[in-house]
């Protein structure tokens, strides 16, 4: 306790990092202001289906993800997850398309306009999926709406609220991070979900506590197996597996230098929470399609169970999928080949292993046989929540237990930290942890 409290009084003390702190409270203030300002011509009185509808199965991850601002009918409702879409998007097109290949080698200039590219796909999500909202707004919240309103004039003016909403969310976000502490989009989207933390935490007590389902035992097991599980997504996050590399005898100027041993430090899950949101955009796929429609409850018995994020078979095709991505962007990711021949030009080997081809099959090798057990324990990880449904967890805490949701908030609580302990050290302050120090995702902030 008292070397937390001494820690605080150096955050304190040092100037740029005190403002930086309270400029990201600030910017985070007015998001969550904003998530409960609600779409003009609604009576918030009267968003009663809504909140039901966006209870449980997908539409609550949507509305875990917006913070709540989804079932508020809020300007801010459809969130920073279009800004996600579209970014997912054009790092695919990096991959399959020359034009954004050579974009991504142009460097700072390159990047600048990929960002152009992925505002504007952004836009044009957001004309699609804020009609389907209204519309969605309509049938379940039929009676909030005015009885006046002329349904063409607000499905127009709310469609380009919805829009500047989310790209507001945007500016703020690209704010933190110029400004403040941490990656501004990973922090919206943590915020957003932690945002449903303390509600949920007293519902789960208060059920557990007063119906007799379990008790404070039960409870209390809860909480043993959320740590766990925590600390599984803190294992994915951090995790590395050293590959040892003899340097080769170099000649720097009349000095002769050797014996040095060094590693390549390989992540057991090089990929991070991206399979899971890759996973996670597919399995939105039939709730997009049919979820919004008025025979949503005439749906055959397969495609309720694919509407319905606790079914054995969701959760099955959700692993299956979580896995294929592991090793898809891990590919993309580590370049065996590249790496090898880095080595090779700076006349590094690994022990036992001749340079170039060779090596390169046996890091392809290391790294297929370590993201192995890394994509399990990320499938594992992301379906957790399923199971704690079974065992009778309710379904808005549950989403605690695994999933994307907690591999953010892991990797972006550790990323912040390991931004505010460098402040700390560069100013010749003890860190944050007695020994050792803080790794993030892949030791800098990296937006999701």
Do not use: C
């Amino acid at each position: 306790m008292r070397k937390a409290i001494e820690t605080l009084k150096n955050i304190w003390k040092i100037e740029d990092l005190r403002q930086r702190i309270l400029i990201t409270i600030l910017f985070v203030a007015i998001y969550r202001f904003g998530s409960y300002v609600v779409l003009p011509g609604i009576n918030p009185s009267m968003l009663t289906q809504l909140h039901q509808q966006t209870s449980e199965g997908l539409l609550a991850l949507l509305n875990m993800f917006s913070g709540g601002a989804f079932s508020n009918a809020s300007i801010f409702a459809l969130g920073i997850m279009p800004y996600i879409t579209a970014s997912i998007v054009i790092q695919l097109l990096g991959i399959a398309v020359p034009y954004f290949q050579k974009l991504q080698r142009e460097g700072e200039s390159g990047r600048r306009k990929m960002n152009q590219y992925t505002r504007v796909l952004t836009i044009f999500i957001l004309l699609v999926q804020a009609p389907s909202y209204l519309i969605n707004l309509k049938m379940q919240a039929g009676p909030s709406l005015n009885a006046s309103l002329d349904w063409t004039l607000f499905m127009i003016t709310s469609t380009i609220i919805l829009a500047a909403g989310s790209m507001f969310i945007l500016w703020l976000g690209e704010r933190i991070t110029d400004k403040g502490i941490g990656n501004g989009i990973s922090l919206i989207i943590m915020i957003g979900i932690i945002a449903r933390l303390p509600q949920s935490f007293v519902q789960e007590l208060t059920s557990r506590v007063t119906e007799k389902a379990g008790g404070l035992v039960m409870f209390l097991i809860e909480m043993v197996v959320l740590l766990i599980v925590i600390a599984f997504a803190i294992l994915l996050v951090q995790g590395t597996r050293k590959i040892p590399v003899q340097y080769a005898k170099k000649i720097v100027g009349n000095k002769q230098y050797g014996g040095a041993r060094q590693y390549i430090p390989l992540k057991v899950n090089a990929a991070n929470v991206m399979p899971i949101i890759f996973a996670q955009a597919i399995m939105f796929i039939p709730i997009t399609i049919i979820g919004l429609s008025s025979k949503a409850n005439e749906m055959s018995g397969f495609m309720r169970a694919f509407t319905d994020h606790t079914s054995f078979w969701y959760n099955l095709v959700f692993a299956v999928l979580i896995i294929v991505f592991t090793y898809f962007y891990t590919a993309i990711t580590i370049n065996p080949t590249q790496m090898a021949e880095d080595m090779k030009r700076n006349n590094g080997f690994i022990p036992g292993i001749k340079p170039g081809k060779s090596t390169a099959e046996y890091i392809d090798v290391i790294m297929s046989r370590i993201t192995l057990p890394g994509s399990f324990f990320l499938a594992l990880v992301a379906i957790m929540p399923a199971f704690a449904g079974v065992f009778g967890v309710k379904a808005e805490f549950a989403q605690f237990f695994g999933g994307t949701s907690l591999l953010i908030l892991v990797g972006v609580v550790l990323d912040t930290l390991q931004q505010v302990e460098s402040h700390l050290l560069m100013r010749h302050y003890d860190g944050l942890l007695k020994s050792g120090r803080i790794k993030g995702r892949s030791g800098n902030i990296a937006a999701y």
